[in-house]
Protein backbone atom coordinates (compact mmCIF):
# COMPACT_ATOMS: atom_id res chain seq x y z
CA UNK A 1 0.00 0.00 0.00
CA UNK A 2 2.63 2.54 0.94
CA UNK A 3 4.58 1.82 -2.84
CA UNK A 4 1.46 2.78 -4.42
CA UNK A 5 0.57 5.86 -2.50
CA UNK A 6 4.36 6.75 -3.25
CA UNK A 7 4.07 5.96 -7.16
CA UNK A 8 1.70 8.45 -7.14
CA UNK A 9 3.19 11.06 -5.54
CA UNK A 10 6.03 10.28 -8.25
CA UNK A 11 3.73 10.36 -11.14
CA UNK A 12 1.99 12.87 -10.82
CA UNK A 13 4.89 15.52 -11.29
CA UNK A 14 6.44 13.84 -13.41
CA UNK A 15 3.27 13.70 -15.87
CA UNK A 16 2.34 17.38 -14.93
CA UNK A 17 5.97 18.59 -15.70
CA UNK A 18 5.81 16.53 -19.41
CA UNK A 19 2.29 17.92 -20.07
CA UNK A 20 3.72 21.40 -19.68
CA UNK A 21 6.68 20.60 -21.74
CA UNK A 22 4.18 19.18 -24.48
CA UNK A 23 1.95 22.42 -24.08
CA UNK A 24 5.25 24.89 -24.62
CA UNK A 25 6.43 22.77 -27.51
CA UNK A 26 3.10 22.68 -29.70
CA UNK A 27 1.84 26.69 -28.41
CA UNK A 28 5.31 27.20 -29.95
CA UNK A 29 4.14 25.64 -33.30
CA UNK A 30 1.38 27.67 -33.55
CA UNK A 31 1.51 30.56 -36.10
CA UNK A 32 0.60 34.06 -34.94
CA UNK A 33 -1.75 36.09 -36.79
CA UNK A 34 -0.20 39.56 -38.57
CA UNK A 35 -1.86 42.84 -39.08
CA UNK A 36 -4.81 42.84 -41.47
CA UNK A 37 -3.70 39.15 -42.09
CA UNK A 38 -6.95 37.05 -43.06
CA UNK A 39 -7.72 33.54 -41.42
CA UNK A 40 -8.92 30.83 -43.75
CA UNK A 41 -10.01 27.96 -42.06
CA UNK A 42 -12.51 25.12 -44.16
CA UNK A 43 -15.71 24.33 -42.98
CA UNK A 44 -15.94 21.11 -40.49
CA UNK A 45 -12.41 21.75 -39.77
CA UNK A 46 -10.31 23.94 -36.79
CA UNK A 47 -7.42 25.96 -37.58
CA UNK A 48 -5.17 26.93 -34.57
CA UNK A 49 -3.18 30.79 -34.82
CA UNK A 50 -1.96 32.93 -32.00
CA UNK A 51 -3.04 36.51 -30.58
CA UNK A 52 -0.24 38.63 -29.56
CA UNK A 53 -0.93 40.87 -26.44
CA UNK A 54 -3.15 40.10 -23.18
CA UNK A 55 -6.58 38.99 -24.99
CA UNK A 56 -9.32 38.84 -22.74
CA UNK A 57 -12.76 38.61 -24.67
CA UNK A 58 -13.05 37.52 -28.33
CA UNK A 59 -15.99 38.44 -30.52
CA UNK A 60 -17.16 36.66 -33.56
CA UNK A 61 -18.84 38.35 -36.16
CA UNK A 62 -21.33 35.59 -37.20
CA UNK A 63 -21.19 32.67 -35.33
CA UNK A 64 -23.13 30.28 -37.90
CA UNK A 65 -19.66 31.00 -39.99
CA UNK A 66 -17.04 30.26 -37.33
CA UNK A 67 -17.18 29.31 -34.01
CA UNK A 68 -14.14 31.08 -32.31
CA UNK A 69 -12.45 29.56 -28.39
CA UNK A 70 -9.65 31.73 -26.62
CA UNK A 71 -6.89 28.96 -24.99
CA UNK A 72 -4.48 29.47 -22.36
CA UNK A 73 -1.50 31.54 -23.78
CA UNK A 74 -3.59 33.44 -26.51
CA UNK A 75 -3.96 30.58 -28.87
CA UNK A 76 -7.44 30.83 -30.53
CA UNK A 77 -8.97 27.31 -32.19
CA UNK A 78 -11.22 28.87 -35.33
CA UNK A 79 -14.09 26.34 -36.28
CA UNK A 80 -14.98 26.73 -39.95
CA UNK A 81 -19.15 26.01 -39.32
CA UNK A 82 -21.20 27.38 -42.60
CA UNK A 83 -19.53 29.18 -45.76
CA UNK A 84 -18.56 32.84 -46.27
CA UNK A 85 -16.56 35.89 -44.09
CA UNK A 86 -17.24 36.94 -40.56
CA UNK A 87 -14.71 38.76 -38.38
CA UNK A 88 -13.48 37.67 -34.86
CA UNK A 89 -12.20 41.09 -32.60
CA UNK A 90 -9.97 40.34 -29.84
CA UNK A 91 -9.55 42.29 -26.45
CA UNK A 92 -8.08 43.26 -23.75
CA UNK A 93 -9.31 43.23 -19.97
CA UNK A 94 -10.42 46.93 -20.53
CA UNK A 95 -12.35 46.42 -23.19
CA UNK A 96 -9.60 47.96 -26.13
CA UNK A 97 -9.40 46.10 -28.66
CA UNK A 98 -5.91 44.14 -29.18
CA UNK A 99 -7.00 42.82 -33.39
CA UNK A 100 -9.90 42.58 -35.72
CA UNK A 101 -9.12 40.01 -37.89
CA UNK A 102 -11.39 38.91 -40.96
CA UNK A 103 -12.37 34.94 -41.09
CA UNK A 104 -12.62 33.34 -44.36
CA UNK A 105 -14.45 30.11 -44.12
CA UNK A 106 -14.00 28.03 -47.52
CA UNK A 107 -15.94 24.55 -48.78
CA UNK A 108 -14.32 21.08 -47.90
CA UNK A 109 -11.00 19.97 -49.15
CA UNK A 110 -11.58 15.82 -49.15
CA UNK A 111 -12.94 14.74 -52.72
CA UNK A 112 -16.46 15.56 -52.70
CA UNK A 113 -18.99 14.19 -55.00
CA UNK A 114 -22.02 15.94 -55.19
CA UNK A 115 -25.11 13.78 -56.37
CA UNK A 116 -28.71 15.56 -57.68
CA UNK A 117 -32.07 13.35 -58.11
CA UNK A 118 -34.13 16.73 -59.44
CA UNK A 119 -34.05 19.78 -56.78
CA UNK A 120 -32.73 16.88 -53.96
CA UNK A 121 -28.80 17.10 -53.31
CA UNK A 122 -26.65 14.11 -51.85
CA UNK A 123 -22.91 14.90 -50.70
CA UNK A 124 -20.56 12.24 -50.85
CA UNK A 125 -17.11 11.49 -49.82
CA UNK A 126 -15.01 9.50 -51.98
CA UNK A 127 -11.27 9.38 -49.74
CA UNK A 128 -10.29 6.45 -50.97
CA UNK A 129 -14.42 5.09 -50.77
CA UNK A 130 -17.44 7.09 -51.68
CA UNK A 131 -19.66 7.54 -47.99
CA UNK A 132 -22.31 9.69 -46.96
CA UNK A 133 -21.18 13.23 -46.01
CA UNK A 134 -23.47 15.28 -44.45
CA UNK A 135 -22.97 19.24 -46.06
CA UNK A 136 -24.52 22.59 -45.58
CA UNK A 137 -26.69 22.71 -48.96
CA UNK A 138 -27.67 18.78 -49.58
CA UNK A 139 -31.41 18.40 -49.15
CA UNK A 140 -33.29 18.46 -45.57
CA UNK A 141 -34.13 14.64 -46.33
CA UNK A 142 -31.40 13.70 -46.75
CA UNK A 143 -29.62 16.18 -43.91
CA UNK A 144 -31.94 15.19 -41.28
CA UNK A 145 -31.57 11.18 -41.47
CA UNK A 146 -27.74 11.36 -41.60
CA UNK A 147 -28.32 13.68 -38.80
CA UNK A 148 -30.40 11.13 -37.05
CA UNK A 149 -28.31 8.41 -38.01
CA UNK A 150 -25.27 10.18 -36.22
CA UNK A 151 -26.93 11.02 -33.18
CA UNK A 152 -27.85 7.70 -32.31
CA UNK A 153 -24.73 6.11 -32.95
CA UNK A 154 -23.23 8.67 -30.56
CA UNK A 155 -26.13 8.01 -27.82
CA UNK A 156 -25.50 4.37 -28.10
CA UNK A 157 -21.56 4.90 -28.05
CA UNK A 158 -22.43 6.90 -24.76
CA UNK A 159 -24.42 4.26 -22.77
CA UNK A 160 -22.50 2.92 -20.38
CA UNK A 161 -24.93 1.15 -18.66
CA UNK A 162 -24.26 -2.04 -21.19
CA UNK A 163 -27.85 -2.33 -22.04
CA UNK A 164 -29.33 -1.03 -25.67
CA UNK A 165 -32.02 1.33 -25.63
Same mark, same amino acid.
Given at each position: ???????? @?????????????????????????????? @???????????????? !???? !????????? !??????????? $?????????????????????????????????? !? $???? %?????????????????????????????????????????? $?? %????
Amino acid at each position: MLFRYFRV @IVDRPLLLSLFAVAMSLSVADIPAVHAGET @ISVNVDQAKLFKLTGR !VATL !VVGNPLIAD !VALQPGGVVVV $TGKGYGATNVIAMDRSGDVLEDRIIQVEGPTDQL !V $TVYK %GTERESYSCMPLCQRRVTLGDSENYFKANMDQAGTMSSQAGN $TT %GKAN
